[in-house]
């Protein structure tokens, strides 16, 4: 097990390169399953996220390999149409793999994912959506197994009900090669589903209302391979930023895509912060934070995925703020540990009142979930003293080559062996 020990109070200052998004490579990872070929993705950030989809996709059959942010996967063998649990169970977006097997071999039978850490995550959303596209369902020992009525999937009207990321690529992969039309209504629009759809234009896929809540696709009778380059990840830019504002540092951001961003940068420039924005560039100038309540919400809004690391920095703010998460009520988790940092915080009703302008003072904290380490790793270095971190593994699978970066701007973070978990 390995922890981060953290010197807390110096600023973050100097340049950052963004690396190529987590969920962007999560979701053009399992459209190569639906057309047999050799694909090059690249920009792929080496983390432990694209290493579980590719063990398995490997397990499916098919080839893998990351050299350098350069991914090849070489889907001509892949055989089966069964994720195991044992691969599942680590990350939930393995569910996406039900789609793109559905659509390429008329069955599959796919792990029900665990739940997350702030509470159970359900795929009801998924599953409605394949059967709205003629697939027959059935739970069995923990597994979707799933068959397309006459081995291939039917176009059809499906409304989401929430406009569910994960929901909208699997279905959208699976509508790709269905017979006749499929309208998605209420779809996500998440930069990382837009450049999925993009993708599988570039496959031959036939999709209109790219970008937008309302997406056709009209079935084709086979795709072909692609080559990809991955965008930029927009939450581990915001990470930065954020991390950048609680330290009263000053960074630049490079090879990022401030479009993607337009919400994060508002309230950092309502919180006092200073930003420039340029095509690929964003830098921020920190000055005395001010309280911003904030409301996560889908896309264009402010993302879930910022919430616990928002909230270290409302600990800093010279007044109070709410930090709600109708997106995921239970993503609190991160409060208790801010706590043993010295903020003062209570959750009611979902929501996280931050009272702020209190100092925090070194202390050892745990991540709970992937973001909620990172919002650890930010308190820290805000705290006075040291700090260390447990259960950093839950970082390593979203951000790459984190403790190199933070170091590369100031900070004083060292990755250490322990054993405590
Ligand atoms: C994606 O998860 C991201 N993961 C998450 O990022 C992100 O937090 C989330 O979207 C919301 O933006 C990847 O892209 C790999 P959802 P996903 O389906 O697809 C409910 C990170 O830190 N829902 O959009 O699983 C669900 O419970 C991760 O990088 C259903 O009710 O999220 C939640 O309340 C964490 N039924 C809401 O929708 C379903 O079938 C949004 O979930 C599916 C979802």
Redesign the pocket.
């Known amino acids: 097990m390995d922890k981060f020990v953290i010197e807390g109070g110096r600023r973050l200052c100097g340049r950052v390169k963004v690396s190529g998004a987590?969920?962007g490579s999560?979701a053009l990872m399992p459209a190569t399953i639906l057309a047999p070929g050799t694909y090059h993705l690249a920009n792929t950030p080496n983390l432990r996220d694209v290493w579980t989809m590719s063990r398995l996709i490997t397990c499916l059959g098919a080839f893998c390999e990351l050299n350098d942010n350069e991914l090849f996967i070489d889907s001509r063998e892949l055989n089966s149409y069964e994720a195991p649990y044992e691969h599942v169970k680590n990350m939930?977006?393995s569910f996406y793999v039900l789609g793109p097997l559905l659509a390429r071999f008329g069955k599959a039978r796919v792990s029900l994912p665990g739940g997350c850490a702030w509470g159970p995550?359900?795929?009801?959303?998924?599953i409605k959506g394949m059967e709205r596209l003629g697939a027959e369902i059935t739970l069995e020992n923990g597994y979707v197994v799933a068959s397309a009525r006459n081995g291939k999937l039917t176009g059809a009207r499906i409304n989401l009900e929430?406009s569910?990321?994960?929901?909208t690529g699997n279905i959208l992969m699976a509508a790709t090669l269905a017979k006749g039309r499929t309208l998605i209504s209420n779809a996500?629009t998440?930069p990382?589903i837009t450049a999925l759809a993009r993708f599988l234009m570039k496959m031959g896929a036939k999709i209109d209302g790219i970008g937008t809540a309302i997406l056709e696709i009209e079935g084709v009778d086979e795709l072909h391979p692609a080559d990809e380059i991955t965008i930029p990840d927009r939450?581990e830019a915001a990470t930065f930023l954020i991390a950048a504002a609680a330290t009263g540092g000053n960074i630049e951001l490079d090879d990022c895509n401030p479009y993607h961003l337009t919400s994060v940068i508002a309230i950092l420039e309502e919180a006092g912060c200073v930003l420039d924005v340029n095509s690929n560039s964003i830098s921020l100038e920190a000055t005395a934070i001010k309280p911003v309540d904030i409301t996560t919400a889908i896309y264009p809004g402010i993302?879930?995925?910022i919430q616990p690391q928002w909230t270290a920095l409302m600990t800093k703010a010279n007044g109070n703020a709410k930090v709600a998460d109708p997106?995921?009520k239970d993503r609190f988790k991160h409060i208790p540990e801010l706590v043993r940092l010295g903020a003062n915080i209570d959750v009611i009703e979902h929501t996280a009142f931050v009272r702020g302008g209190e100092a925090l003072s070194g202390a050892t904290v745990m991540s709970s979930d992937?973001?909620a380490g990172a919002a650890m790793v930010i308190a820290a270095l805000m705290a006075e003293g040291t700090s260390e971190v447990l259960r950093i593994y839950h970082i390593d699978r979203?951000y790459e080559e984190f403790e190199k970066k933070l170091t590369g701007i100031g900070a004083n973070i060292k990755r250490v062996k322990t054993d405590l978990i």
Request: proline share 7%; charged share 30%; net charge neutral.
């Open positions: 987590k969920n999560l939930r977006a995550r359900p795929v009801d959303l998924h929430i569910s990321v994960g929901a996500a998440e990382e939450i993302p879930t995925d997106i995921y992937l973001r979203g």
